[in-house]
Protein backbone atom coordinates (compact mmCIF):
# COMPACT_ATOMS: atom_id res chain seq x y z
CA UNK A 1 0.00 0.00 0.00
CA UNK A 2 1.82 3.23 -0.86
CA UNK A 3 0.53 6.85 -0.58
CA UNK A 4 0.05 9.86 -3.06
CA UNK A 5 -0.86 13.21 -3.40
CA UNK A 6 -4.43 14.16 -4.36
CA UNK A 7 -2.60 16.68 -6.64
CA UNK A 8 -0.27 14.15 -8.51
CA UNK A 9 2.84 16.08 -7.47
CA UNK A 10 4.59 13.31 -4.74
CA UNK A 11 5.57 9.84 -5.63
CA UNK A 12 4.05 7.14 -4.31
CA UNK A 13 5.40 6.55 -0.26
CA UNK A 14 4.78 4.04 2.15
CA UNK A 15 2.75 4.89 5.32
CA UNK A 16 5.54 5.45 7.79
CA UNK A 17 6.75 7.92 5.53
CA UNK A 18 3.56 10.01 5.43
CA UNK A 19 2.60 9.49 8.96
CA UNK A 20 4.52 12.30 10.50
CA UNK A 21 4.08 15.16 7.66
CA UNK A 22 1.37 17.12 7.25
CA UNK A 23 0.23 18.36 3.85
CA UNK A 24 1.84 16.65 0.99
CA UNK A 25 4.82 18.98 -0.68
CA UNK A 26 2.66 19.94 -3.52
CA UNK A 27 0.15 20.92 -1.22
CA UNK A 28 -2.31 18.61 -1.94
CA UNK A 29 -3.90 15.57 0.67
CA UNK A 30 -2.33 12.21 0.94
CA UNK A 31 -4.43 9.27 0.16
CA UNK A 32 -3.88 5.49 -0.62
CA UNK A 33 -3.28 4.81 -3.88
CA UNK A 34 -6.39 2.20 -3.95
CA UNK A 35 -8.86 1.72 -1.22
CA UNK A 36 -8.51 -1.68 -0.10
CA UNK A 37 -11.63 -3.70 -0.26
CA UNK A 38 -13.32 -5.62 2.13
CA UNK A 39 -15.20 -8.83 0.95
CA UNK A 40 -18.48 -9.61 3.08
CA UNK A 41 -17.25 -13.42 3.92
CA UNK A 42 -14.24 -11.00 5.64
CA UNK A 43 -16.60 -8.45 7.34
CA UNK A 44 -18.56 -11.66 9.10
CA UNK A 45 -15.60 -13.29 9.60
CA UNK A 46 -14.68 -9.94 11.99
CA UNK A 47 -17.90 -10.17 13.90
CA UNK A 48 -16.55 -11.66 16.89
CA UNK A 49 -13.29 -9.32 16.94
CA UNK A 50 -12.92 -7.01 20.12
CA UNK A 51 -12.70 -3.41 19.22
CA UNK A 52 -9.04 -3.29 19.63
CA UNK A 53 -8.57 -6.47 17.40
CA UNK A 54 -10.98 -5.17 14.73
CA UNK A 55 -8.47 -1.91 14.58
CA UNK A 56 -5.85 -4.24 14.22
CA UNK A 57 -7.18 -6.13 10.69
CA UNK A 58 -8.64 -2.93 9.08
CA UNK A 59 -5.34 -0.95 9.89
CA UNK A 60 -3.17 -3.64 8.23
CA UNK A 61 -5.30 -2.93 5.26
CA UNK A 62 -3.64 0.93 5.30
CA UNK A 63 -0.37 -0.30 6.97
CA UNK A 64 1.67 -2.78 5.41
CA UNK A 65 5.06 -1.58 6.45
CA UNK A 66 4.59 -2.33 9.97
CA UNK A 67 4.53 -6.15 10.98
CA UNK A 68 1.45 -7.27 12.18
CA UNK A 69 2.29 -8.31 15.44
CA UNK A 70 3.82 -4.98 16.43
CA UNK A 71 0.35 -3.45 14.65
CA UNK A 72 -1.73 -5.53 17.13
CA UNK A 73 0.33 -4.34 20.13
CA UNK A 74 0.12 -0.90 19.54
CA UNK A 75 -3.84 -1.18 19.20
CA UNK A 76 -4.53 -3.42 22.06
CA UNK A 77 -2.69 -0.46 23.56
CA UNK A 78 -4.66 2.34 22.34
CA UNK A 79 -8.28 0.32 22.95
CA UNK A 80 -8.93 -0.57 26.00
CA UNK A 81 -10.30 -0.17 29.24
CA UNK A 82 -8.05 1.66 31.17
CA UNK A 83 -8.32 4.25 28.38
CA UNK A 84 -11.95 4.07 28.06
CA UNK A 85 -13.08 3.26 31.24
CA UNK A 86 -16.94 2.52 30.41
CA UNK A 87 -18.93 -0.96 30.63
CA UNK A 88 -18.18 -0.79 26.77
CA UNK A 89 -15.38 0.55 24.60
CA UNK A 90 -17.51 1.79 21.44
CA UNK A 91 -21.15 0.83 22.72
CA UNK A 92 -24.36 1.17 20.67
CA UNK A 93 -26.96 3.13 22.59
CA UNK A 94 -30.74 3.07 20.97
CA UNK A 95 -32.89 5.99 20.95
CA UNK A 96 -36.19 6.53 19.74
CA UNK A 97 -37.29 6.25 16.08
CA UNK A 98 -34.98 3.93 14.49
CA UNK A 99 -31.85 5.58 15.94
CA UNK A 100 -29.08 4.87 17.77
CA UNK A 101 -25.84 6.70 18.74
CA UNK A 102 -22.66 5.18 18.16
CA UNK A 103 -20.56 6.18 21.87
CA UNK A 104 -17.48 7.30 20.63
CA UNK A 105 -16.83 9.66 23.63
CA UNK A 106 -15.91 7.13 26.21
CA UNK A 107 -12.36 8.24 26.22
CA UNK A 108 -10.24 10.46 28.21
CA UNK A 109 -11.56 13.78 26.47
CA UNK A 110 -14.70 12.69 26.29
CA UNK A 111 -14.96 13.30 22.89
CA UNK A 112 -14.63 11.17 19.71
CA UNK A 113 -11.54 12.54 18.87
CA UNK A 114 -9.77 10.12 21.32
CA UNK A 115 -10.91 7.04 19.37
CA UNK A 116 -8.29 8.40 16.70
CA UNK A 117 -5.77 9.97 18.52
CA UNK A 118 -5.11 7.15 21.21
CA UNK A 119 -3.83 5.19 18.01
CA UNK A 120 -2.07 8.44 16.97
CA UNK A 121 -0.09 7.95 19.91
CA UNK A 122 1.43 5.17 19.95
CA UNK A 123 2.15 5.00 16.30
CA UNK A 124 3.88 7.79 16.65
CA UNK A 125 6.25 6.51 19.57
CA UNK A 126 6.93 3.28 18.00
CA UNK A 127 8.00 5.00 14.08
CA UNK A 128 10.03 7.76 16.30
CA UNK A 129 11.94 5.08 17.89
CA UNK A 130 12.20 2.48 15.14
CA UNK A 131 13.80 5.89 12.74
CA UNK A 132 15.31 6.61 16.03
CA UNK A 133 14.62 10.24 15.88
CA UNK A 134 12.00 12.82 18.15
CA UNK A 135 9.17 15.25 17.51
CA UNK A 136 7.97 18.14 19.22
CA UNK A 137 4.30 18.63 18.49
CA UNK A 138 3.67 22.52 18.41
CA UNK A 139 -0.07 22.99 18.13
CA UNK A 140 -3.05 26.03 18.89
CA UNK A 141 -6.25 24.93 20.61
CA UNK A 142 -9.91 26.29 22.04
CA UNK A 143 -10.05 22.88 23.92
CA UNK A 144 -10.97 19.96 22.35
CA UNK A 145 -8.17 18.69 19.48
CA UNK A 146 -5.19 20.04 21.89
CA UNK A 147 -6.53 18.52 24.91
CA UNK A 148 -7.01 14.54 22.98
CA UNK A 149 -3.40 15.10 21.64
CA UNK A 150 -2.22 15.88 24.84
CA UNK A 151 -3.76 12.79 26.53
CA UNK A 152 -2.72 10.95 23.65
CA UNK A 153 0.90 11.97 23.63
CA UNK A 154 1.33 11.99 27.65
CA UNK A 155 4.09 10.00 28.81
CA UNK A 156 5.15 8.93 25.26
CA UNK A 157 8.96 8.37 24.13
CA UNK A 158 10.36 10.80 21.64
CA UNK A 159 7.79 13.08 21.56
CA UNK A 160 6.51 16.42 23.32
CA UNK A 161 3.65 18.34 22.81
CA UNK A 162 3.77 22.37 22.74
CA UNK A 163 0.19 23.47 23.09
CA UNK A 164 -0.76 26.95 22.91
CA UNK A 165 -3.73 28.14 24.07
CA UNK A 166 -5.69 31.44 24.72
CA UNK A 167 -5.74 32.66 28.51
CA UNK A 168 -8.76 32.82 29.93
CA UNK A 169 -11.20 31.91 26.95
CA UNK A 170 -11.74 27.86 27.59
CA UNK A 171 -14.14 26.51 30.28
CA UNK A 172 -12.96 25.69 33.43
CA UNK A 173 -13.75 21.67 32.27
CA UNK A 174 -11.38 22.33 29.46
CA UNK A 175 -8.71 23.82 31.16
CA UNK A 176 -9.16 21.74 34.67
CA UNK A 177 -8.64 18.68 31.82
CA UNK A 178 -5.51 19.97 30.15
CA UNK A 179 -3.93 22.04 32.18
CA UNK A 180 -3.66 19.09 35.54
CA UNK A 181 -1.58 16.99 33.21
CA UNK A 182 1.92 16.50 34.90
CA UNK A 183 4.15 14.78 32.29
CA UNK A 184 7.12 16.36 31.74
CA UNK A 185 6.84 15.67 27.86
CA UNK A 186 3.17 18.02 28.02
CA UNK A 187 3.89 21.75 28.23
CA UNK A 188 0.75 23.75 28.29
CA UNK A 189 1.22 27.44 27.29
CA UNK A 190 -1.46 29.82 27.88
CA UNK A 191 -1.11 32.55 25.51
CA UNK A 192 -2.25 36.22 26.57
CA UNK A 193 -4.54 36.85 23.30
CA UNK A 194 -7.08 34.88 21.63
CA UNK A 195 -7.17 31.38 19.41
CA UNK A 196 -6.32 32.89 15.93
CA UNK A 197 -3.28 34.59 17.79
CA UNK A 198 -2.25 31.22 18.75
CA UNK A 199 -2.50 29.64 15.35
CA UNK A 200 -0.89 32.92 14.10
CA UNK A 201 1.96 32.35 16.68
CA UNK A 202 2.15 28.31 15.73
CA UNK A 203 1.93 29.51 11.86
CA UNK A 204 5.13 32.02 12.53
CA UNK A 205 7.30 29.14 14.10
CA UNK A 206 6.00 26.32 11.95
CA UNK A 207 6.64 28.47 8.82
CA UNK A 208 10.28 29.42 9.88
CA UNK A 209 12.02 26.42 7.88
CA UNK A 210 15.27 26.75 9.87
CA UNK A 211 13.55 26.57 13.53
CA UNK A 212 11.42 24.13 12.34
CA UNK A 213 13.80 21.77 11.21
CA UNK A 214 16.49 22.33 13.77
CA UNK A 215 13.64 21.74 16.70
CA UNK A 216 11.92 19.00 14.70
CA UNK A 217 8.73 20.19 14.89
CA UNK A 218 5.69 18.34 13.97
CA UNK A 219 1.38 18.60 14.07
CA UNK A 220 -1.73 16.39 14.72
CA UNK A 221 -4.00 18.30 12.81
CA UNK A 222 -7.11 16.63 11.13
CA UNK A 223 -5.56 16.43 8.02
CA UNK A 224 -3.26 13.42 9.16
CA UNK A 225 -4.54 10.17 7.28
CA UNK A 226 -3.45 7.83 10.23
CA UNK A 227 -6.57 9.71 12.46
CA UNK A 228 -8.88 9.08 9.06
CA UNK A 229 -7.96 5.17 8.60
CA UNK A 230 -8.47 5.13 12.68
CA UNK A 231 -11.73 6.48 11.87
CA UNK A 232 -12.96 3.72 9.32
CA UNK A 233 -12.60 1.17 12.26
CA UNK A 234 -15.69 2.35 13.89
CA UNK A 235 -17.90 2.63 11.23
CA UNK A 236 -16.91 -1.50 11.10
CA UNK A 237 -17.50 -1.95 14.51
CA UNK A 238 -21.33 -0.15 14.29
CA UNK A 239 -22.35 -2.01 11.04
CA UNK A 240 -21.12 -5.06 13.00
CA UNK A 241 -23.21 -4.13 15.91
CA UNK A 242 -26.41 -2.64 14.18
CA UNK A 243 -26.47 -5.90 11.42
CA UNK A 244 -26.69 -9.61 12.35
CA UNK A 245 -26.04 -12.42 9.51
CA UNK A 246 -29.78 -13.02 8.67
CA UNK A 247 -31.26 -9.30 9.45
CA UNK A 248 -30.95 -6.18 7.51
CA UNK A 249 -27.34 -5.43 5.68
CA UNK A 250 -27.75 -1.85 5.21
CA UNK A 251 -27.05 0.83 7.81
CA UNK A 252 -26.96 4.88 7.64
CA UNK A 253 -24.81 6.69 9.48
CA UNK A 254 -25.08 10.50 11.19
CA UNK A 255 -22.40 12.55 11.37
CA UNK A 256 -22.39 16.04 12.91
CA UNK A 257 -19.30 17.66 10.85
CA UNK A 258 -16.71 20.56 11.05
CA UNK A 259 -13.22 19.55 9.12
CA UNK A 260 -14.82 16.51 7.14
CA UNK A 261 -12.44 14.13 8.99
CA UNK A 262 -15.03 11.95 10.27
CA UNK A 263 -17.22 11.53 7.51
CA UNK A 264 -14.38 10.67 4.99
CA UNK A 265 -13.83 8.25 7.38
CA UNK A 266 -17.47 6.57 7.16
CA UNK A 267 -16.63 7.30 2.84
CA UNK A 268 -13.96 5.65 3.32
CA UNK A 269 -15.32 2.43 4.59
CA UNK A 270 -18.87 2.83 1.94
CA UNK A 271 -16.16 2.36 -0.50
CA UNK A 272 -14.10 -0.35 1.12
CA UNK A 273 -17.48 -2.00 0.29
CA UNK A 274 -19.21 -1.79 3.80
CA UNK A 275 -22.82 -1.65 2.85
CA UNK A 276 -23.57 1.62 4.20
CA UNK A 277 -27.01 3.45 2.60
CA UNK A 278 -26.67 7.02 2.99
CA UNK A 279 -23.79 9.15 5.10
CA UNK A 280 -26.16 12.19 6.43
CA UNK A 281 -23.56 15.11 7.18
CA UNK A 282 -24.76 17.03 9.45
CA UNK A 283 -23.48 20.87 10.07
CA UNK A 284 -24.46 23.68 12.75
CA UNK A 285 -25.53 27.22 11.62
CA UNK A 286 -21.88 27.07 9.51
CA UNK A 287 -23.06 25.14 6.73
CA UNK A 288 -20.26 25.35 4.30
CA UNK A 289 -20.37 21.65 3.66
CA UNK A 290 -24.56 21.48 3.83
CA UNK A 291 -24.11 24.22 1.45
CA UNK A 292 -21.97 22.12 -0.96
CA UNK A 293 -24.02 18.86 -1.10
CA UNK A 294 -27.33 20.99 -1.71
CA UNK A 295 -25.95 23.36 -4.55
CA UNK A 296 -22.69 21.54 -5.67
CA UNK A 297 -21.23 24.83 -5.06
CA UNK A 298 -18.00 25.08 -2.35
CA UNK A 299 -17.54 28.16 -1.00
CA UNK A 300 -15.63 28.62 2.15
CA UNK A 301 -16.07 31.75 4.28
CA UNK A 302 -14.19 33.77 5.88
CA UNK A 303 -13.13 34.20 9.55
CA UNK A 304 -15.95 36.88 9.69
CA UNK A 305 -18.68 35.13 8.15
CA UNK A 306 -18.24 32.19 10.29
CA UNK A 307 -20.36 31.91 13.52
CA UNK A 308 -19.67 30.86 17.47
CA UNK A 309 -22.45 28.72 17.68
CA UNK A 310 -22.99 26.13 21.05
CA UNK A 311 -21.82 23.49 19.24
CA UNK A 312 -18.10 25.36 18.76
CA UNK A 313 -16.08 22.10 17.04
CA UNK A 314 -18.11 22.20 14.31
CA UNK A 315 -17.17 26.22 13.34
CA UNK A 316 -15.28 25.77 10.56
CA UNK A 317 -14.83 28.40 7.72
CA UNK A 318 -13.51 25.61 5.47
CA UNK A 319 -13.33 22.12 5.66
CA UNK A 320 -9.63 20.75 5.61
CA UNK A 321 -10.42 16.90 4.51
CA UNK A 322 -12.41 17.48 1.93
CA UNK A 323 -10.11 18.08 -1.08
CA UNK A 324 -9.81 13.91 -0.25
CA UNK A 325 -13.71 13.35 -0.87
CA UNK A 326 -13.51 15.92 -4.03
CA UNK A 327 -10.48 13.45 -5.57
CA UNK A 328 -12.76 10.64 -5.13
CA UNK A 329 -15.88 12.39 -6.73
CA UNK A 330 -13.38 14.09 -9.98
CA UNK A 331 -12.85 10.00 -10.76
CA UNK A 332 -9.47 10.31 -8.60
CA UNK A 333 -8.23 12.37 -11.34
CA UNK A 334 -4.99 14.96 -9.65
CA UNK A 335 -4.73 17.07 -12.46
CA UNK A 336 -8.92 17.69 -12.49
CA UNK A 337 -8.37 18.11 -8.69
CA UNK A 338 -5.53 20.24 -8.80
CA UNK A 339 -7.34 22.80 -11.50
CA UNK A 340 -10.85 22.39 -9.32
CA UNK A 341 -8.17 24.13 -6.56
CA UNK A 342 -6.54 26.67 -8.46
CA UNK A 343 -10.57 28.13 -9.31
CA UNK A 344 -10.86 27.61 -5.50
CA UNK A 345 -7.71 29.61 -4.97
CA UNK A 346 -8.62 32.31 -7.02
CA UNK A 347 -12.25 33.01 -7.31
CA UNK A 348 -12.86 31.77 -3.56
CA UNK A 349 -15.42 28.82 -4.72
CA UNK A 350 -15.71 25.85 -7.14
CA UNK A 351 -18.89 24.75 -8.43
CA UNK A 352 -19.55 20.80 -8.85
CA UNK A 353 -23.21 21.09 -9.52
CA UNK A 354 -22.98 19.03 -12.79
CA UNK A 355 -21.88 15.96 -10.52
CA UNK A 356 -24.71 16.41 -8.11
CA UNK A 357 -26.12 13.60 -9.31
CA UNK A 358 -22.90 11.33 -7.71
CA UNK A 359 -23.40 12.90 -4.65
CA UNK A 360 -26.23 10.63 -3.15
CA UNK A 361 -26.47 7.95 -5.92
CA UNK A 362 -22.85 6.98 -6.39
CA UNK A 363 -21.40 8.29 -2.67
CA UNK A 364 -24.66 8.38 -0.34
CA UNK A 365 -23.98 11.68 0.77
CA UNK A 366 -27.03 14.06 1.94
CA UNK A 367 -26.98 16.60 4.44
CA UNK A 368 -28.66 19.29 6.35
CA UNK A 369 -27.92 21.93 9.28
CA UNK A 370 -29.16 22.66 12.49
CA UNK A 371 -29.37 25.34 14.80
CA UNK A 372 -29.36 26.60 18.18
CA UNK A 373 -32.87 26.28 18.77
CA UNK A 374 -32.97 23.28 16.79
CA UNK A 375 -30.13 21.84 19.03
CA UNK A 376 -32.03 22.96 22.79
CA UNK A 377 -34.73 21.31 21.38
CA UNK A 378 -33.13 18.34 20.28
CA UNK A 379 -31.58 17.37 23.70
CA UNK A 380 -35.00 18.24 25.67
CA UNK A 381 -36.46 15.56 23.50
CA UNK A 382 -33.68 12.95 23.16
CA UNK A 383 -33.83 13.06 27.13
CA UNK A 384 -37.50 13.17 27.77
CA UNK A 385 -38.34 10.08 24.78
CA UNK A 386 -35.03 8.07 25.34
CA UNK A 387 -33.94 8.87 28.80
CA UNK A 388 -30.31 9.52 27.20
CA UNK A 389 -28.46 13.08 28.07
CA UNK A 390 -26.59 14.19 24.61
CA UNK A 391 -24.36 16.70 24.00
CA UNK A 392 -25.06 19.78 21.78
CA UNK A 393 -22.67 18.60 18.12
CA UNK A 394 -24.67 14.75 18.99
CA UNK A 395 -27.76 17.38 18.62
CA UNK A 396 -26.90 18.15 15.67
CA UNK A 397 -26.60 15.16 14.46
CA UNK A 398 -29.73 13.65 15.66
CA UNK A 399 -31.64 16.39 14.31
CA UNK A 400 -30.78 16.06 10.60
CA UNK A 401 -31.02 12.41 10.93
CA UNK A 402 -34.65 12.72 11.86
CA UNK A 403 -35.18 13.50 8.49
CA UNK A 404 -33.50 10.69 7.23
CA UNK A 405 -34.47 7.85 8.67
CA UNK A 406 -36.05 4.83 6.54
CA UNK A 407 -37.96 1.94 7.52
CA UNK A 408 -35.33 -1.07 8.18
CA UNK A 409 -32.55 0.87 7.93
CA UNK A 410 -30.65 1.56 11.44
CA UNK A 411 -29.68 5.33 11.22
CA UNK A 412 -26.23 5.53 13.52
CA UNK A 413 -25.78 8.92 14.64
CA UNK A 414 -22.50 8.90 15.90
CA UNK A 415 -21.62 10.72 19.48
CA UNK A 416 -18.90 13.07 19.07
CA UNK A 417 -18.93 14.36 22.77
CA UNK A 418 -20.34 13.70 26.46
CA UNK A 419 -22.27 16.59 27.54
CA UNK A 420 -20.24 17.49 30.74
CA UNK A 421 -17.83 19.04 28.28
CA UNK A 422 -20.90 21.62 27.21
CA UNK A 423 -22.71 22.30 30.41
CA UNK A 424 -23.82 25.76 29.24
CA UNK A 425 -25.71 24.76 26.88
CA UNK A 426 -26.94 21.38 28.54
CA UNK A 427 -28.16 23.91 31.37
CA UNK A 428 -29.48 26.00 28.85
CA UNK A 429 -31.76 23.04 27.64
CA UNK A 430 -32.89 21.15 30.18
CA UNK A 431 -32.16 23.12 33.29
CA UNK A 432 -29.60 20.81 35.20
CA UNK A 433 -25.97 19.89 35.11
CA UNK A 434 -24.84 17.46 33.31
CA UNK A 435 -22.94 14.74 35.02
CA UNK A 436 -19.54 14.11 34.98
CA UNK A 437 -18.37 10.47 34.54
CA UNK A 438 -16.69 9.10 37.51
CA UNK A 439 -13.08 8.68 36.65
CA UNK A 440 -13.17 12.19 36.54
CA UNK A 441 -15.26 13.37 39.46
CA UNK A 442 -12.08 15.19 41.10
CA UNK A 443 -10.27 16.49 38.23
CA UNK A 444 -11.24 20.72 39.61
CA UNK A 445 -9.27 19.93 42.36
CA UNK A 446 -6.31 18.90 40.48
CA UNK A 447 -3.20 21.18 40.32
CA UNK A 448 -2.92 22.90 36.99
CA UNK A 449 0.59 22.79 35.14
CA UNK A 450 0.62 25.79 32.83
CA UNK A 451 2.82 28.73 31.54
CA UNK A 452 1.72 32.05 31.14
CA UNK A 453 3.25 34.13 28.05
CA UNK A 454 2.87 36.92 26.01
CA UNK A 455 1.26 37.08 22.84
CA UNK A 456 4.58 36.95 21.49
CA UNK A 457 6.43 34.84 18.74
CA UNK A 458 9.74 34.86 20.14
CA UNK A 459 8.25 34.52 23.97
CA UNK A 460 7.10 31.54 22.52
CA UNK A 461 10.24 30.40 20.46
CA UNK A 462 12.23 30.63 23.31
CA UNK A 463 10.25 28.90 25.36
CA UNK A 464 10.13 25.57 22.74
CA UNK A 465 14.70 25.98 22.54
CA UNK A 466 14.75 25.71 26.15
CA UNK A 467 12.28 22.41 26.89
CA UNK A 468 12.21 20.94 23.74
CA UNK A 469 14.27 17.44 24.38
CA UNK A 470 17.82 17.19 22.78
CA UNK A 471 17.70 15.21 19.67
CA UNK A 472 18.74 11.17 20.64
CA UNK A 473 18.17 11.73 24.40
CA UNK A 474 14.05 11.42 24.66
CA UNK A 475 14.73 7.75 22.79
CA UNK A 476 16.56 5.99 25.86
C1 LIG B 1 -13.96 17.74 15.97
C2 LIG B 1 -15.38 17.64 16.35
C3 LIG B 1 -16.41 17.59 15.38
C4 LIG B 1 -16.15 17.73 13.90
O1 LIG B 1 -15.46 16.63 13.35
P1 LIG B 1 -14.74 16.75 11.92
O2 LIG B 1 -13.91 15.53 11.79
O3 LIG B 1 -13.90 18.00 11.99
O4 LIG B 1 -15.81 16.84 10.89
C5 LIG B 1 -17.72 17.42 15.82
N1 LIG B 1 -18.01 17.34 17.14
C6 LIG B 1 -17.05 17.38 18.09
C7 LIG B 1 -17.44 17.30 19.52
C8 LIG B 1 -15.70 17.53 17.74
O5 LIG B 1 -14.76 17.59 18.69
Given at each position: MKYISTRGGMAPQSFSDILLEGLAPDGGLTVPETIPQVSAETREQWRGLGYAELAAEILSL????????????????????????????????????GMSLLGLSEGPT?????????????????????????????GATSGDTGSAAEYAMRGKRGVSVFMLSPQGRMSAFQRAQMYSLQDENIHNIAVAGVFDDCQDIVKALAGDLEFKSAYRLGAVNSINWARIAAQVVYYFWGWLRATDQSGPQQVSFCVPSGNFGNILAGHIAREMGLPIRRLVLATNENNVLEEFFRTGVYRPRSAAQTHATSSPSMDISKASNFERFVFDLLGRDPQRLANVWKKLDSAGYFDLSELKPDFEGRYGFVSGTSSHADRLATIRKVKEESGVLIDPHTADGVKVAETYVEPGVPMLVLETALPAKFAETIVEAIGEEPPVPAHLGDLASLPQRVVNLDCDVEQVREYIRKHAPVQGAAAS
Open positions: FIDDIPREDLRRLTAAAYNTEVFPGPQMVPLKPLKGLAFKDMAMQFLGQIFEYVLEKRGTTLNIL
